[in-house]
């Protein structure tokens, strides 16, 4: 199975990585995509990401907490980034309203630049969207029949939300926010209406470890190596076998991102 979505550049990996990256293989995670959030982290993440060649890739972009301190030197190099092998999508890009910290039309303005960018090196774009959904779509839509495919990533969106981005034919990033027994409810229910050809899974490492996980681990931070357990609970709510979970997002995720 495929990790979407790890953010090992984080500090909190910094005194074990090559354990952790151990650990998920062990767990039988088969491949991960390091999430680039800035250029400074996207930077890192491809170069981390080259060090596991064939099993990990990176995106590049940025996260729209950064969008402020966002300059044309700064989508240049992400451009220039895009360009190496390892990186597979531009993002993690899109809009957070929830917690603004960057003012809103500058958050805007660089989610509509990368997803240009995206366009022009037909990329796919890994997205991020936290109470913003109707603006964040008006400014996606039109460049949906521009890019060769989209994720949403870490959806926890309302009903609406997932019914549209369905329409709009977003492959859909499920993390261990379902395994959360009092914020999960809602994306325990979303996650059977998820065609087997749109979903995808992630753990958001070193955030939203499984609160189900037992016995409890003694650390809070959250590690690939507990995607199978994410796996395990998509089954289980969708019904299916966990061999066709895993079957469906590693189809899923070597199609939208190209990799193999």
Known sequence: MIDIGVNLTSSRFDKDRDEVVAHAQQAGVSGMIFTGTNVEESQAAADLAARYPGYAYAT?????????????????????????????????????FNRDFSPRPQQE?????????????????????????????????PWLDKLPAAVL????????????????????????????????????????????????????????QPRDLRPRPKRSRN?????????????????QPVEQI????????QRCFSIQ
């Open 60 to 96: 590049a972009g940025v996260h729209p907490h950064d969008a402020k301190s966002v300059d044309p030197a700064n989508l240049t190099m992400i451009r220039q980034l895009a360009q190496r092998a390892e990186v597979v999508a531009i993002g993690e890009c899109g809009l957070d």
């Open 109 to 141: 303005a660089v989610f509509e630049a990368q997803l240009a960018l995206a366009a022009e090196q037909s990329m796919p774009v890994f997205m991020h969207c936290r109470e913003a959904h109707d603006r964040w779509l008006a400014i996606l839509r």
């Open 153 to 208: 990533h870490c959806f926890t969106g309302e009903d609406q939300a997932l019914r549209d981005c369905l329409d709009a034919g977003l492959y859909i990033g499920v993390t261990g926010w379902l395994c959360d027994e009092r914020r999960g409810q809602q994306l325990q229910q979303q996650v059977s209406w998820l065609p087997d050809d749109r979903l995808m899974i992630e753990t958001d490492a070193p955030y939203l």
């Open 223 to 239: 590690e690939p190596k507990y995607l199978p357990h994410i796996a395990q609970a998509v089954a289980q709510l969708r019904q």
């Open 246 to 253: 895993i079957d469906c997002t590693i189809k899923n995720t």
